[in-house]
């Protein structure tokens, strides 16, 4: 769906995409790459999936402050608050991120804190929303009725939807196109 009724985009833009593309993607599917997805892998999800677990000891928590030297000093000093941090001798790092070549740090979270995680209920808060129905899920045209199709009669006027009162002063009218699909 995302791919068929694609917006617009920059023809600037468009071009800078492309252009950043060409080395690895293949020239017939160039245009459909950010949207073609040739291979299912089921085992390969289930395998990642299996990984997004509190055992597996793999998190990563970013923390962006404005308070980051405030923070640094207070870590260094006291480098066991609340029993979060391990007790490892080098438990907090500080270091020069490669990528925007700015100083970080790095803690290393306590086996007790991680494994608490085993045990936790999935709060009720998280959860899907309600399916929109407003999303379709035929994108065909709908085809006129026989008499429209035919040109013999056509709707001469556009039926009222809604009346003023009903939507907030405004009339919703609604009348039938004939003529994009014989173009």
């Known amino acids: 769906?995302?791919?068929?009724?694609?917006?617009?985009?920059?023809?600037?833009?468009?071009?800078?995409?492309?252009?950043?593309?060409?080395?690895?993607?293949?020239?017939?599917?160039?245009?459909?790459?950010?949207?073609?997805?040739?291979?299912?892998?089921?085992?390969?999800?289930?395998?990642?999936?299996?990984?997004?677990?509190?055992?597996?000891?793999?998190?990563?928590?970013?923390?962006?402050?404005?308070?980051?030297?405030?923070?640094?000093?207070?870590?260094e000093q006291q480098p066991q608050p609340n029993n979060v941090i391990s007790n490892n001798s080098n438990s907090v790092r500080v270091f020069i991120e490669p990528w925007f070549d700015m100083e970080?740090?790095?803690?290393?979270?306590?086996?007790?804190?991680?494994?608490?995680?085993?045990?936790?209920?999935?709060?009720?808060?998280?959860?899907?929303?309600?399916?929109n129905p407003y999303i379709p899920e035929d994108f065909m045209l709908k085809e006129a009725d026989s008499t429209a199709a035919n040109g013999h009669a056509h709707q001469a006027d556009p039926t009222t939807v809604a009346d003023a009162q009903a939507a907030n002063g405004s009339n919703v009218l609604h009348k039938q196109d004939h003529q994009q699909l014989q173009d």
């Open 1 to 75: 769906m995302k791919f068929r009724f694609l917006e617009e985009e920059d023809s600037c833009d468009l071009v800078t995409r492309l252009a950043s593309s060409m080395g690895w993607v293949e020239p017939q599917h160039l245009l459909v790459a950010d949207h073609l997805h040739e291979h299912w892998q089921p085992d390969k999800v289930m395998e990642l999936l299996s990984l997004m677990h509190p055992a597996n000891s793999c998190y990563r928590i970013d923390l962006l402050t404005k308070s980051f030297l405030q923070l640094k000093q207070a870590l």
């Open 104 to 131: 970080a740090v790095a803690i290393d979270l306590s086996d007790e804190l991680t494994s608490s995680w085993l045990d936790c209920e999935i709060s009720s808060d998280l959860a899907l929303p309600p399916a």
